[in-house]
Protein backbone atom coordinates (compact mmCIF):
# COMPACT_ATOMS: atom_id res chain seq x y z
CA UNK A 1 0.00 0.00 0.00
CA UNK A 2 1.09 3.14 -1.62
CA UNK A 3 0.87 6.34 1.44
CA UNK A 4 1.07 9.86 0.61
CA UNK A 5 1.50 11.76 3.73
CA UNK A 6 2.09 15.86 4.26
CA UNK A 7 3.13 17.83 7.27
CA UNK A 8 4.04 21.56 7.63
CA UNK A 9 0.55 22.74 6.98
CA UNK A 10 -0.66 25.82 9.10
CA UNK A 11 -1.54 29.83 9.37
CA UNK A 12 0.45 32.44 9.07
CA UNK A 13 0.22 36.72 8.40
CA UNK A 14 0.68 37.85 5.01
CA UNK A 15 4.22 37.87 3.74
CA UNK A 16 5.21 35.39 5.82
CA UNK A 17 6.50 31.69 5.26
CA UNK A 18 5.60 27.98 5.25
CA UNK A 19 7.25 25.11 3.98
CA UNK A 20 5.09 21.47 3.02
CA UNK A 21 6.72 18.58 3.17
CA UNK A 22 5.36 15.14 1.65
CA UNK A 23 6.60 11.48 2.37
CA UNK A 24 6.08 8.68 0.27
CA UNK A 25 5.78 5.37 1.84
CA UNK A 26 5.08 1.87 0.65
CA UNK A 27 5.39 -0.54 -2.37
CA UNK A 28 6.58 0.73 -5.53
CA UNK A 29 9.59 0.92 -7.52
CA UNK A 30 10.08 4.62 -8.14
CA UNK A 31 8.52 7.75 -8.35
CA UNK A 32 7.84 9.72 -11.67
CA UNK A 33 6.21 13.23 -11.17
CA UNK A 34 5.69 15.03 -7.60
CA UNK A 35 3.91 17.97 -6.98
CA UNK A 36 1.62 19.95 -5.17
CA UNK A 37 -1.89 21.14 -5.81
CA UNK A 38 -4.22 23.42 -3.97
CA UNK A 39 -8.05 23.53 -3.57
CA UNK A 40 -9.65 26.87 -2.49
CA UNK A 41 -13.43 27.36 -1.47
CA UNK A 42 -15.23 28.24 -4.61
CA UNK A 43 -13.03 27.51 -7.32
CA UNK A 44 -11.36 24.47 -8.90
CA UNK A 45 -7.87 22.36 -7.81
CA UNK A 46 -5.37 23.95 -9.25
CA UNK A 47 -1.52 22.96 -9.41
CA UNK A 48 1.06 25.13 -7.79
CA UNK A 49 4.39 23.35 -8.42
CA UNK A 50 5.50 19.79 -9.83
CA UNK A 51 8.67 18.13 -10.31
CA UNK A 52 10.39 15.18 -12.19
CA UNK A 53 12.64 12.46 -11.02
CA UNK A 54 15.27 14.90 -13.23
CA UNK A 55 13.91 17.69 -14.96
CA UNK A 56 13.16 21.54 -14.16
CA UNK A 57 10.00 22.25 -11.77
CA UNK A 58 6.76 24.05 -12.87
CA UNK A 59 4.99 26.42 -11.40
CA UNK A 60 1.84 28.52 -11.70
CA UNK A 61 2.34 31.77 -12.67
CA UNK A 62 0.54 32.83 -9.52
CA UNK A 63 3.42 31.37 -7.34
CA UNK A 64 6.28 31.91 -9.55
CA UNK A 65 9.28 33.54 -7.80
CA UNK A 66 7.75 33.13 -4.27
CA UNK A 67 7.44 29.59 -4.42
CA UNK A 68 10.16 26.56 -4.48
CA UNK A 69 9.29 23.20 -4.97
CA UNK A 70 12.56 20.48 -4.30
CA UNK A 71 12.20 16.70 -3.88
CA UNK A 72 14.51 14.49 -2.25
CA UNK A 73 14.84 11.07 -4.57
CA UNK A 74 16.35 9.37 -1.62
CA UNK A 75 13.98 9.64 0.93
CA UNK A 76 10.96 10.09 -1.42
CA UNK A 77 10.35 13.47 -0.60
CA UNK A 78 9.04 16.35 -1.95
CA UNK A 79 8.84 20.03 -0.48
CA UNK A 80 6.99 23.15 -1.16
CA UNK A 81 9.44 26.12 0.25
CA UNK A 82 6.66 29.13 0.55
CA UNK A 83 7.56 32.62 0.89
CA UNK A 84 5.94 35.99 0.75
CA UNK A 85 2.54 34.34 0.98
CA UNK A 86 -0.52 36.19 0.46
CA UNK A 87 -4.42 35.85 1.58
CA UNK A 88 -5.26 34.19 -1.62
CA UNK A 89 -2.87 31.31 -1.30
CA UNK A 90 -5.16 30.15 1.34
CA UNK A 91 -6.36 26.71 0.46
CA UNK A 92 -6.08 23.36 1.36
CA UNK A 93 -2.67 21.60 -0.06
CA UNK A 94 -2.75 18.22 -1.82
CA UNK A 95 0.51 16.58 -2.18
CA UNK A 96 0.43 14.29 -5.63
CA UNK A 97 2.48 11.94 -6.98
CA UNK A 98 2.98 9.14 -10.38
CA UNK A 99 4.31 6.15 -8.76
CA UNK A 100 5.56 3.27 -10.76
CA UNK A 101 4.61 0.00 -9.43
CA UNK A 102 4.84 -3.69 -9.75
CA UNK A 103 2.82 -5.22 -12.60
CA UNK A 104 2.16 -9.04 -12.87
CA UNK A 105 5.53 -10.79 -13.41
CA UNK A 106 7.70 -7.96 -14.98
CA UNK A 107 5.10 -5.39 -15.45
CA UNK A 108 4.84 -2.20 -14.26
CA UNK A 109 2.44 0.42 -14.58
CA UNK A 110 2.34 4.02 -13.27
CA UNK A 111 -0.58 4.96 -10.42
CA UNK A 112 -1.63 8.52 -9.30
CA UNK A 113 -1.55 9.07 -5.41
CA UNK A 114 -2.94 12.01 -3.63
CA UNK A 115 -1.77 13.05 0.09
CA UNK A 116 -4.79 13.73 2.64
CA UNK A 117 -4.50 17.85 2.06
CA UNK A 118 -3.02 20.48 4.83
CA UNK A 119 -4.66 23.67 5.11
CA UNK A 120 -2.87 27.09 4.84
CA UNK A 121 -4.51 29.87 5.89
CA UNK A 122 -2.46 33.39 5.29
CA UNK A 123 -4.34 36.28 6.76
CA UNK A 124 -4.07 39.82 5.90
Known amino acids: QVQLVESGGGSVQSGGSLRLTCAAS????????MGWYRHAPGKQRELVAS???????VYADSVLGRFTISRDNAKNTVSLQMNSLKPEDTAVYYC??????????????????WGQGTQITVSS
Open 26 to 33: GNFLSIND
Open 96 to 113: NAQMVLHGKGWDRYEREY
Open 51 to 57: IGSGGPP
